[in-house]
């Protein structure tokens, strides 16, 4: 049907309306996207380049070289040393299992490096380099160097790595580090994005672990360009890290590693303190271990083997060790007695050999006693007796703040691993930890370092070096970080009688000059050394009254373990302390195993090296001259000086 002119008319008005709106929007819609493009084109143009930047320039971490560790002399004891390695990056070798048997026959593989490798590389997007090959020789990096361009993806590094060039004979003091675990990052709160690097290294234990935040150092950057799927292009710039911070101790190797050469195969310690300043000059712990094993990780079989070994190698015996300290704490019982006016200077005890405590029997080591005692005698003999009656007076907790003074019982603020507090027991701690009362029978035990008490070699140590000085002195290891020197503290007087110190060490002399004394066999001869000591010893098993009555068993004739620790405490020169040494030898079977490493020891320390054949008994010159030629074969001389830092 045709429409009429008028209906024609209108729907042509319709259709320019709509034609007019379509249109209109188009125009806003095309204009408001102009103005978006100017906006994001001009406007936004500089932050929208920035994140085209972000997304094609990676900053990745360059690891610090590790601040090295120094002895009071400047002899490198812990270095950074080139570390060679060889990497391969899966996709760009192509078959990997052909690359690495060609690789094979140009430097020997660890089978267990190839499989921790292999884990890694299914783990690891493609493109990410795995180590086949860690600490490889120069000769070996040399080949594989010439022969790249038959090895598709692999790669010859240099990078640095822990070393220990005296090896076991610091050991127990500088610890290791060790590749970052799992279990190291998950004891930190924020840990560093250093941490996260591959095989990065980091202090375990030791002092390296214990001055982990000033040892690492600063990471460096560098800005790397990279494809879409994130594999490096190339290098754009970098920026060096700041090397960590040089630590020098107070220890001096070559006495360090006289007096780790001179333990020998006991499971023992020897701590050597000055008795000026407070500095250790050797902290020896017997059987050692090579640190440089755990450098790159551990083998199982080279683990298995420290840690079944009854010596136990792995522990810091001269720090971390606690020991019944025998008679060696029988100063400490004579100064309480003297604080407390119990006995006079010539003011003696009768020792039958034995003392009856509570309806028990307490012996003497010397089965016939000692007779009358005064207390230099007593000292000098070790008589038992005599301090089970002064200690039955004065009483337990007057003995353990004697104790106290000296330095037992306290932990001493090292960056070493686990330093031991000890146990100084008194009437209180029993009731506290034990729930039960004090008994006499418990200060007759104590009076003579039985019983509860235990303390350290370093405590020991610390109490003798006290003794011979007359002040609070405090052990410390580190001299100084960076070159900048560690403040020495004033030193205050101990709060005891310095007639009664007098007294005392007026004993500890006789115990190594007086024919009589306990250590007279073992005593320095040269004048202007002669020292003052004491010996120990401390039982690890109860001695029966059947076996008593047949006869105790002979250390000797006991299995290892059961035999008694051996002890010996001295410092010398006796008019002018100069140092003071503790040793314990664990089951040496008593003193005699402990007195004449104690003596060797302190003659190396005063002399500053071998001492002449005159400052030994004559008759034991011609063992001392064979012992002599074997230490200084073990023992390292000062070739490794202080290297600059670049």
């Known amino acids: 049907m045709r429409k009429t002119p008028t209906e024609i008319t209108e729907v042509h008005s319709r259709m320019s309306r709509r034609t007019l709106f379509l249109g209109g929007s188009m125009l806003a819609f095309m204009t408001g996207l102009g103005f978006r493009m100017r906006h994001l084109q001009l406007d936004q143009a500089d932050q929208y380049r920035l994140l085209a930047e972000e997304n094609r320039i990676n900053i990745r971490l360059i690891p610090p070289a590790r601040g090295e560790i120094f002895d009071r002399n400047g002899i490198v004891l812990a270095r950074n040393e080139p570390s060679y390695r060889i990497t391969l990056v899966p996709e760009d070798a192509g078959d990997v299992d052909k690359v690495i048997e060609k690789l094979a026959t140009l430097v020997e593989l660890d089978p267990n490096e190839l499989d921790r490798a292999v884990t890694e590389m299914r783990r690891s997007p493609p493109f990410l380099p795995v180590t086949i090959?860690?600490?490889?020789?120069?000769?070996?990096?040399?080949?594989?160097?010439?022969?790249?361009?038959?090895?598709?993806?692999?790669?010859?590094?240099?990078?640095?790595?822990?070393?220990?060039?005296?090896?076991?004979?610091?050991?127990?003091?500088?610890?290791?580090?060790?590749?970052?675990?799992?279990?190291?990052?998950?004891?930190?709160?924020?840990?560093?994005?250093?941490?996260?690097?591959?095989?990065?290294?980091?202090?375990?234990?030791?002092?390296?672990?214990?001055?982990?935040?000033d040892l690492r150092g600063v990471a460096g950057t560098k800005r790397v360009e990279v494809n879409a799927v994130g594999r490096v292009m190339r290098e754009l710039d970098r920026?060096?890290?700041?090397?960590?911070?040089?630590?020098?101790?107070?220890?001096?190797?070559?006495?360090?590693?006289?007096?780790?050469?001179?333990?020998?195969?006991?499971?023992?310690?020897?701590?050597?303190?000055?008795?000026?300043?407070?500095?250790?000059?050797?902290?020896?712990?017997a059987p050692s271990?090579?640190?440089?094993?755990?450098?790159?990780?551990?083998?199982?079989?080279?683990?298995?083997?420290?840690?079944?070994?009854?010596?136990?190698?792995?522990?810091?015996?001269?720090?971390?060790?606690?020991?019944?300290?025998?008679?060696?704490?029988?100063?400490?019982?004579?100064?309480a007695a003297l604080e407390a006016g119990i006995v006079g200077y010539g003011g003696t005890v009768y020792c039958p050999g034995h003392m009856k405590v509570s309806n028990r029997r307490f012996h003497c080591w010397k089965r016939g006693g000692h007779g009358h005692m005064d207390l230099a005698g007593a000292l000098r003999e070790s008589c038992d007796v005599y301090f089970y009656d002064l200690a039955i007076q004065v009483g337990i907790d007057k003995i353990s703040e004697v104790a106290t003074k000296l330095g037992l019982g306290q932990r001493y603020d090292l960056p070493l691993s686990g330093v031991a507090r000890g146990l100084n027991p008194n009437r209180a701690w029993k009731a506290d930890v034990r729930g039960a009362d004090w008994v006499v029978g418990d200060t007759a035990n104590a009076s003579i370092g039985q019983g509860f008490v235990l303390a350290s070699p370093l405590q020991l140590a610390v109490m003798t070096a006290r003794l011979a000085s007359g002040k609070a002195l405090d052990p410390r290891i580190v001299k100084s970080v960076n070159?900048?020197?560690?403040?020495?503290?004033?030193?205050?007087?101990?709060?005891?009688?310095?007639?009664?110190?007098?007294?005392?060490?007026?004993?500890?002399?006789?115990?190594?000059?007086?024919r009589r004394g306990t250590a007279y066999s073992q005593r320095i001869i040269d004048d202007e050394f002669r020292m003052a000591g004491k010996t120990g010893t401390s039982q690890v098993r109860n001695i029966t009254a059947a076996e008593r009555a047949r006869g105790v068993t002979r250390n000797e004739d006991l299995p290892w373990e059961r035999r008694d620790h051996g002890l010996f405490v001295n410092y010398a020169p006796y008019d002018n302390p100069r140092i003071a040494v503790a040793v314990v030898v664990e089951h040496g079977g008593g003193s005699k195993s402990a007195t004449p490493i104690g003596r060797d020891i302190t003659l190396q320390a005063l002399y500053g090296g071998t001492p002449p054949l005159s400052a030994y008994p004559a008759k034991d010159r011609e063992k001392i001259k064979k012992q002599q030629e074997e230490m200084q074969k073990l023992v390292p001389g000062r070739e490794i000086t202080r290297r600059n830092r670049a």
């Open 239 to 285: 920026r060096e890290g700041q090397q960590g911070d040089d630590v020098q101790l107070t220890i001096d190797q070559q006495l360090q590693s006289y007096a780790q050469a001179r333990l020998g195969d006991e499971s023992a310690a020897a701590v050597v303190m000055d008795c000026v300043t407070g500095d250790l000059l050797a902290v020896a712990s």
């Open 483 to 514: 070159g900048v020197e560690e403040t020495l503290p004033v030193v205050p007087n101990l709060e005891l009688n310095a007639a009664h110190l007098a007294e005392v060490q007026r004993g500890m002399f006789q115990v190594s000059n007086h």
């Open 289 to 335: 271990f090579d640190p440089n094993l755990f450098v790159q990780g551990i083998s199982v079989t080279d683990y298995g083997t420290l840690t079944s070994d009854n010596h136990r190698p792995l522990a810091a015996k001269s720090v971390q060790g606690a020991y019944p300290p025998g008679s060696t704490f029988k100063m400490i019982t004579a100064l």
């Open 133 to 213: 090959a860690d600490r490889v020789s120069w000769d070996e990096l040399s080949r594989v160097a010439v022969n790249t361009p038959a090895l598709p993806g692999i790669t010859p590094e240099v990078g640095l790595s822990r070393y220990y060039p005296l090896r076991g004979d610091l050991a127990h003091v500088l610890g290791y580090v060790g590749p970052v675990s799992d279990y190291d990052l998950s004891k930190i709160d924020n840990p560093d994005q250093l941490l996260r690097i591959p095989r990065f290294q980091i202090g375990k234990v030791g002092l390296e672990g214990r001055m982990e935040d």
